[in-house]
């Protein structure tokens, strides 16, 4: 069990996972979103004023975040908010939290070099 959120969301009695999952995904939208948005500008704006290798890496690692998230994280969301507590899709929302927290763990140094 690699990330805290998931393992969290197992804990949740059954009857009550639907209006804390409801709860969860309104605030962290409202937290993760502004954020994701504010590195895609950022690195877009990094690619055009110096494009090298480094920034376009770290840019991929942006695009591909949001990839794995609009692919992958939102539908198992509402797949939880439409079927309730499932443990099968909370085990691959572990999975896919853990690549998209590699990617942006890549990202760090890569600005740093920058």
């Given at each position: 069990?690699?990330?805290a959120?998931?393992?969290?969301?197992r804990?949740i009695?059954?009857?009550?996972?639907?209006t804390?999952?409801?709860?969860?995904?309104?605030?962290?939208?409202?937290?993760?979103?502004?954020?994701?948005?504010?590195?895609v500008?950022?690195?877009?704006?990094?690619?055009?004023?110096?494009?090298?290798?480094l920034?376009?890496?770290?840019?991929?690692?942006?695009?591909?975040?949001?990839a794995?998230?609009?692919?992958?994280?939102?539908?198992?969301h509402a797949?939880?908010s439409?079927?309730?507590?499932?443990?099968?899709?909370?085990?691959?929302?572990l999975?896919?939290?853990?690549?998209?927290?590699?990617?942006?763990?890549?990202?760090?140094?890569?600005?740093?070099?920058?």
């Amino acid at each position: 069990q690699t990330c805290a959120l998931p393992i969290s969301l197992r804990h949740i009695d059954q009857e009550e996972f639907p209006t804390y999952h409801s709860w969860y995904t309104l605030r962290i939208t409202w937290i993760v979103g502004p954020l994701m948005v504010l590195q895609v500008i950022g690195h877009a704006y990094l690619v055009v004023q110096q494009p090298d290798l480094l920034n376009g890496l770290a840019a991929f690692l942006v695009l591909l975040t949001w990839a794995i998230t609009g692919v992958k994280a939102v539908p198992l969301h509402a797949r939880l908010s439409r079927d309730g507590q499932d443990q099968v899709v909370l085990t691959r929302l572990l999975r896919v939290n853990l690549n998209r927290t590699v990617c942006w763990v890549l990202i760090v140094p890569l600005w740093l070099w920058m």
